[in-house]
């Protein structure tokens, strides 16, 4: 298989992308890369440390930065923050030199998954649960402006949904080269 593009995995907070790009990346065997992860290593300081000194129009821009450097390598899949595919400028880039996968999962899926981990600070509100509701609202018809879209179910082992992403892609030949799926 060969991989023309580099994936960008888009959606919610708690779709699976971290994880499920991680898999995708094996699979392909190219770099995964995520976007959360390299600027926290660059800053030193965890998401929650950085929303909280500098901000978070900080974050974002640092975000954006990020991503165009990363698009701007070899091809891999790289997984992004829930926010980053809001911004219109992010939105061009990836769809001028990647291909955006938006990983769909309902409220109930999201809210099980991140209601286990207190480390994203949009989530530090007096109702998370509502709060995660109304992002997901006003962020749906973005996310659904990628490319591609790939559900994911209760059901599905991170694997099962690296290999449903892979099997949309390999319907793009400009995208993935020689898949058997
Ligand atoms: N089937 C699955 N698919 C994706 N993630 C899963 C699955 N089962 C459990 N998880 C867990 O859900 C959590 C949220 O996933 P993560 O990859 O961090 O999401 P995101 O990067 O989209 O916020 C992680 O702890 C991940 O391991
Ligand atoms: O949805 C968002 O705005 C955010 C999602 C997080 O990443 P994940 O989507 O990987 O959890 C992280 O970038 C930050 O907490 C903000
Ligand atoms: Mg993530």
Same mark, same amino acid.
């Not at 023309?4 to 190219?30: C, D, F, Q, W």
């Not at 800053?43 to 929303?51: L, P, R």
């Not at 018809?141 to 099962?160: G, H, M």
């Given at each position: 298989?060969?991989?023309?593009k580099t994936?960008v995995?888009v959606?919610?907070?708690?779709?699976?992308?971290?994880?499920?790009?991680?898999?995708?990346?094996?699979?392909?065997?190219?770099?995964?890369?995520?976007?959360?992860?390299?600027?926290?290593?660059?800053?030193?300081?965890?998401?929650?440390?950085?929303?909280?000194?500098?901000?978070?129009?900080?974050?974002?821009?640092?975000?954006?930065?990020?991503?165009?450097?990363?698009l701007?390598?070899?091809?891999?899949?790289?997984?992004?923050?829930?926010?980053?595919f809001?911004?219109a400028q992010t939105r061009e880039m990836i769809s001028e030199l990647g291909v955006s996968?938006?990983?769909?999962?309902?409220?109930?899926?999201?809210?099980?998954?991140?209601?286990?981990?207190? +480390?994203? #600070?949009?989530?530090?509100?007096? %109702?998370?649960?509502?709060?995660?509701?109304?992002? /997901? =609202?006003? &962020?749906?018809? @973005?996310?659904?402006k990628a490319d591609?879209?790939?559900? +994911?179910? #209760?059901?599905?082992?991170?694997? %099962?949904?690296?290999?449903?992403?892979?099997?949309? /892609? =390999?319907? &793009?030949?400009? @995208?993935?080269?020689?898949?058997?799926?």
């Amino acid at each position: 298989m060969k991989l023309h593009k580099t994936v960008v995995l888009v959606g919610m907070m708690g779709a699976g992308k971290t994880a499920v790009g991680k898999e995708l990346a094996r699979m392909l065997a190219v770099p995964f890369l995520d976007s959360d992860e390299e600027i926290v290593a660059a800053a030193a300081m965890s998401i929650a440390e950085i929303f909280e000194r500098d901000g978070e129009a900080f974050f974002r821009d640092r975000e954006a930065e990020v991503i165009v450097r990363l698009l701007r390598g070899k091809p891999g899949v790289l997984s992004v923050g829930g926010g980053a595919f809001l911004r219109a400028q992010t939105r061009e880039m990836i769809s001028e030199l990647g291909v955006s996968v938006w990983l769909k999962a309902d409220l109930d899926l999201l809210w099980s998954r991140v209601r286990q981990k207190p +480390t994203r #600070p949009l989530l530090m509100t007096s %109702d998370p649960q509502a709060t995660l509701a109304q992002l /997901l =609202a006003q &962020r749906e018809p @973005v996310y659904a402006k990628a490319d591609l879209v790939v559900e +994911t179910q #209760p059901a599905y082992a991170i694997a %099962d949904t690296a290999r449903a992403v892979l099997a949309q /892609l =390999a319907l &793009r030949a400009d @995208v993935l080269e020689g898949a058997s799926t």
